[in-house]
């Protein structure tokens, strides 16, 4: 399973983005697809996951303006970042999670500065 992340950019607080996570190989439909971040000098650390049937979950401080979506047929997961905040900035990370193993794809750089 290969996965490919990108869509990060530069953008000025309060502005959007939308992050798309590409996967190829053997990617099955009943999987959990997640989106992790790392910022400078911190750990990597959770944002928001998504299983087959749409449900999903996010961590606290992106509630209300990060929005996780899937596309079950182009094995393609989104994030839509809205009200982006300078402590968004960070490389943010896909991951897809199936029969107990963990893939991951390179990250894309989101900055927040004005």
């Known amino acids: 399973v290969q996965l490919q992340a990108f869509g990060g950019g530069l953008v000025q607080p309060g502005g959007s983005l939308r992050l798309s996570c590409a996967t190829s190989?053997?990617?099955?439909?009943?999987?959990?697809m997640a989106w992790y971040r790392q910022a400078p000098g911190k750990q990597r650390e959770f944002v928001a996951f998504?299983?087959?049937?749409?449900?999903?979950n996010y961590a606290e401080d992106v509630k209300g303006r990060f929005t996780i979506s899937r596309d079950n047929a182009k094995n393609t997961m989104y994030l839509q970042i809205n009200s982006l905040k300078p402590e968004d900035t960070a490389v943010y990370y896909c991951?897809?999670?199936?029969?107990?193993?963990?893939?991951w794809g390179q990250g894309t750089l989101v900055t927040v500065s004005s």
């Open positions: 998504i299983i087959s049937n749409g449900a999903a």
């Open positions: 991951k897809v999670s199936q029969r107990g193993v963990h893939y």
């Open positions: 190989g053997r990617v099955f439909g009943a999987n959990v």
